[in-house]
C-alpha cells in the first residue's frame, strides 16, 4: 500500500504556511494621509476656529490624537510634500529650491524611498488621490514612486498646462471674479487632471474635484478592504483659486474659504464613513494635516495661523507648525501632544509600526515617534528642528524650546556699500508662541550655540545631498 504521509504532510504544511502569510497581510494595519494644501493652523474647530465648523475632522481628535507642534519641512509646497514622502529635509533630497512648475524640468528622484514604495514592499495596495506637485514628467509621477494609480493635478491648481500662461487675475479681487464666476473653472484655466500617466481631463472642473478624490479613495477602500492598503489623498484646496460644487456653494465671495474647508471636512466626513462602513476603524491610520501655513495676502480666501505669527512662505510658526490628527491602532483617544514632531517623522514611524527597516542606504532626517503617536512616550525624540527658507535657503534652527532665526537684510548693502549684517531673532515658544518677544539681544551665547548647531547640521546635509531626477 502506497504511504502518503509525506505527501498529506507537505500539503497540510503549504496549507498552514499560506494561511500564517494571509492572516499575516490582513492583520497589516491602512495607512491614509490626508493632506490638505495652504490650510492654517487656525483653519480647524478643534484648533480654534470660530467660523469654520469641521466637525468631522474633529472627530479625529476625539477618537485620536491631536498633534499641537507638528512641523512642515518649508513653507511652500513642493518641498513640503518632498519632505513628507521621503523623511528628509527637502535639501538631502535636491527638492528644496522654490515650487515647481508646468516649465520645470525635475522631479523627485525615484531611486528615494517613499512611504509608498515602503508598504508597496510589503505587499500593500497603494494609490495617490489629488495634488502631487512633485514633478509632472511621467518618469516622477506617482506611480513611478511606489503608488499603483494615481488620479490628481500634478501642480498646484493656479497652474496652467503647458507653460503657464494666460492665467486670469490674481489677488483677492480676482479671486472674488473667479468665485462669482464659477464656470470659470472650464473657461479661464488649462489645469490639468491626470490618470495614472495621462492627462484625462483639460481643464480640470475644479468645482468638483475635491469630491471626485475623495469618491475614488472610497472606491479603493472598497476594493482593498480584504488586503492592506496606503492612500494618499492630497486635497488641492484650499489653495487659490477655489471652488466647490455648485449644489454647496456660498455665492458671497466673503465666505469662500469658509465654504471651501467645510466642503473638505464634508469630504473627509464621508472617507470615514467609509472605513467604518468596512469595518476597518480598529486597523486603520488616518492621519489628517496640511502641506504648510495659509496664503494669508488673500485674505477672505486664505486661512488662520490663529495664535501663531505670519503664514505661507515664512520661517515664522504660522509658516511651518500646522494642525495635525492622527487616528488609529494604539493611539488615545482624545488626547493632545504638544511634544516637537513633524510629516518628517511619518514614514519612519511607519516602518516601525509595520516592524519593517528602511533602506540603509538612504539616509534620512526623519525619526521613530510611535511612542508620541501611541501616548507612551512623554518626550520626542526629535529635539531639534532646521528651517529653511521657501527657497531651500538655511534660516533657522528650533532647540528644545528656542528658536532661532538668522534673517538675511532685503538690501544686502548699506549706503555705504557696507555689507548689512542678518538680524537675529531668538524666541522662547514655551512662553511666546507668536513669536512677538526678540530675545537675541538678552541671550547671545544661545543665538552663538544655535547659529553654529544649524550651520553644522546644513553642512551635512549640504554634503550628503543626493541629486534630484533631471530630465534629459
Same mark, same amino acid.
Given at each position: ?25 490582513? &492583520? ?73 512648475? #508646468? ?34 514628467? #511621467? ?14 493635478? #500634478?501642480? $498646484? ?26 464656470? $470659470? ?41 480584504? $488586503? ?63 502641506? *504648510? ?38 493611539? #488615545? ?46 518626550? $520626542? ?32 548693502? *548699506? ?18 508662541? &507668536? ?28 554634503? *550628503? ?8
Amino acid at each position: 500500500m502506497r504511504n502518503y504521509f509525506p505527501t498529506m504532510f507537505f500539503s497540510l504544511l503549504l496549507s498552514l504556511l499560506f494561511l500564517n502569510s494571509t492572516v499575516g497581510e490582513v &492583520s497589516k494595519p491602512n495607512f491614509i494621509i490626508i493632506f490638505a494644501d495652504d490650510q492654517g493652523y487656525g483653519d480647524l474647530s478643534c484648533f480654534g476656529s470660530k467660523t469654520i465648523r469641521t466637525p468631522n475632522i474633529d472627530l479625529l481628535a476625539t477618537q485620536g490624537r491631536k498633534f499641537t507642534s507638528f512641523m512642515v519641512a518649508s513653507p511652500v509646497c513642493t518641498p513640503s510634500r518632498a519632505a513628507l514622502m521621503t523623511a528628509c529635509y527637502p535639501k538631502r533630497v535636491g527638492m528644496h529650491q522654490h515650487v515647481l512648475f #508646468p516649465s520645470s524640468t525635475k522631479g523627485l528622484h525615484p531611486e528615494e524611498h517613499t512611504i509608498a514604495d515602503h508598504l508597496k514592499l510589503q505587499g500593500y495596495a497603494t494609490a495617490c488621490f489629488g495634488k502631487w506637485h512633485l514633478g509632472h514628467h #511621467p518618469e516622477v509621477l506617482p506611480t513611478s514612486n511606489g503608488f499603483d494609480t494615481y488620479m490628481g493635478i #500634478p501642480y $498646484s491648481n493656479d497652474m496652467n498646462h503647458p507653460d503657464n500662461k494666460g492665467k486670469p487675475r490674481g489677488g483677492t479681487t480676482g479671486m472674488d471674479i473667479l468665485w462669482n464666476d464659477p464656470e $470659470s473653472t472650464l473657461t479661464l484655466w488649462k489645469t490639468p487632471l491626470f490618470e495614472n500617466e495621462e492627462i484625462i481631463e483639460l481643464p480640470v472642473d475644479q468645482r468638483t474635484v475635491t469630491r471626485r478624490y475623495t469618491q475614488k479613495a472610497i472606491a479603493f477602500i472598497e476594493a482593498h478592504q480584504d $488586503s492592506p492598503f496606503f492612500i494618499y489623498l492630497p486635497h488641492s484646496m484650499p489653495h487659490i483659486p477655489l471652488y466647490v460644487p455648485d449644489d454647496i456653494r456660498d455665492p458671497d465671495p466673503k465666505n469662500a474659504y469658509i465654504n471651501t474647508i467645510e466642503h473638505i471636512d464634508t469630504e473627509v466626513g464621508r472617507l470615514l464613513d467609509a472605513v467604518d462602513q468596512f469595518n476597518l476603524s480598529d486597523n486603520t491610520y488616518v492621519i489628517y494635516t496640511t502641506d *504648510n501655513g495659509p496664503w494669508l495676502q488673500f485674505k477672505h480666501h486664505g486661512g488662520s495661523a490663529g495664535p501663531l505669527r505670519a503664514g505661507k512662505g515664512t520661517t515664522f510658526e504660522g509658516g511651518q507648525r500646522v494642525p495635525c490628527l492622527i487616528r488609529g491602532p494604539g493611539i #488615545p483617544a482624545g488626547t493632545v501632544c504638544d511634544q516637537l514632531t513633524g510629516t518628517i517623522d511619518v514614514l519612519p514611524t511607519i516602518a516601525a509600526i509595520t516592524g519593517t527597516a528602511l533602506p540603509e542606504d538612504k539616509k534620512i532626517d526623519g525619526m521613530d515617534v510611535t511612542g508620541l503617536w501611541e501616548g507612551t512616550a512623554d518626550q $520626542s525624540p526629535r529635539n531639534e528642528f532646521i528651517h529653511y527658507t521657501s527657497v531651500g535657503k538655511l534660516e533657522g534652527l528650533r532647540q528644545g524650546d528656542w528658536k532661532l532665526l538668522v534673517k538675511q537684510a532685503s538690501s544686502r548693502r *548699506n549706503q555705504q556699500g557696507e555689507k548689512k549684517p542678518p538680524q537675529m531673532m531668538l524666541f522662547d515658544l514655551k512662553n511666546d508662541l &507668536s513669536e512677538q518677544n526678540n530675545l537675541a539681544g538678552q541671550y547671545p551665547e544661545i543665538v552663538q550655540k544655535l547659529r553654529k548647531r544649524m550651520e553644522t547640521l546644513d553642512q551635512e546635509i549640504t554634503i *550628503n545631498a543626493r541629486n534630484p531626477w533631471i530630465k534629459n
